[in-house]
């Protein structure tokens, strides 16, 4: 087949997606010399992330305590390379950001900065994970070890990349988060936006389909099933009929809450300490603490 039988029609084509009107709110304008954020580095970066976290489970499994201190200094040395890189194009590509001239050494020294807060916070981090690994455990019988957890548990995966794209977005950094919480939608079917507050001992059974929004407040010892939503029950909108950005529009489950599979839980509401929440619910009201709320029994 020769290309030039269909020049013109090739030709037009590249004008017509060449059209500015065309590509209006599609097209990013890249300055020359801006890093670009790479969800392949994001997720290398996460890959290093669970081995310094998780030693001997992620990366090289050979660590041993003689060697943890080397493993874990060569690792640390390469996320933080790594990630000041995608820092800097997560500041460029939010643009307005006072560290986003991607050929200034002053951006690059924020990037750094910023960078080296998040690696201080690793420890929390794990801390944090620890209280999570132990809660996946605890509550499901058919858990073995706490190593069958890290190794196997969807759910250990997503909280631990929420825990790492929560940090960063509270260090001010756009996007990147976003891109680090949804690769591991992609990888378990488990979404939770960066900007959710979760507190420890979180747990997530089975864990597909289940959907956390950004502005979620979860307290302490909350445990999910699979299918379940925290989201939104409205979007109130603007004089132009747009929805307005940044209000609280999430639940918020306090302490001890469990909610079975499939429940939907919408709006702004509290969810009491102690609380449980059945199946297949549809919840767009506030339920008292202790409260038990599930399915009515079909009349015979």
């Known amino acids: 087949m020769d290309p030039l039988n269909f020049t ?31 969800a392949k580095a994001l997720q290398s970066i996460i890959e290093l992330a669970r081995s310094i976290i998780f030693p001997g489970y992620f990366g090289k499994s050979t660590v041993n305590s ?3 201190n080397y493993h874990i200094g060569v690792n640390i040395e390469k996320m933080f390379g790594l990630l000041t890189d995608q820092v800097l194009a997560g500041l460029c590509f939010g643009r307005g950001e006072e560290c986003c001239e991607p050929d200034s050494a002053d951006s690059r020294e924020c990037a750094a ?26 509550g499901d019988p058919a858990a073995t070890s706490y190593g069958e957890v890290i190794s196997c548990y969807p759910a250990i995966r997503a909280i631990s ?11 001010g950094v756009p996007l990147i988060s976003r891109i680090i919480t949804e690769l591991a939608h992609s990888e378990t ?15 997530i059974d089975h864990g597909t389909g289940v959907v956390i929004g950004a502005t979620s407040i979860l307290g302490e010892n909350v445990k999910l099933y699979q299918g379940v939503t925290l989201g939104a029950k409205s979007f109130p909108l603007d004089k132009n009929g747009k929805p307005i950005k940044g209000i609280d529009r999430h639940p918020i489950l306090e302490d001890n809450v469990i909610v079975y599979s499939n429940a939907t839980i919408l709006g702004r509401i509290t969810i009491g300490r102690n609380a449980v929440i059945g199946g297949n619910i549809w919840v767009t009201e506030d339920v008292p603490e202790g409260a038990r709320l599930v399915q009515p029994k079909a009349a015979k």
């Open 8 to 38: 013109h029609i090739l030709t037009k084509t590249v004008d017509e997606l060449s059209d500015s009107a065309s590509y209006k709110g599609l097209f990013h304008q890249h300055r020359d010399g801006e890093p670009i954020p790479s």
């Open 66 to 68: 003689r060697t943890i």
């Open 113 to 138: 900065s910023i960078t080296a807060q998040f690696v201080s916070r690793l420890p929390e981090l794990r801390r944090l994970l620890a209280t999570d690994v132990e809660a996946a455990y605890n």
């Open 161 to 171: 990349n929420y825990r790492i794209a929560h940090e960063l977005l509270e260090l």
């Open 189 to 203: 079917g488990i979404d939770i936006h960066p900007g959710a507050r979760i507190g420890a001992y979180f747990t």
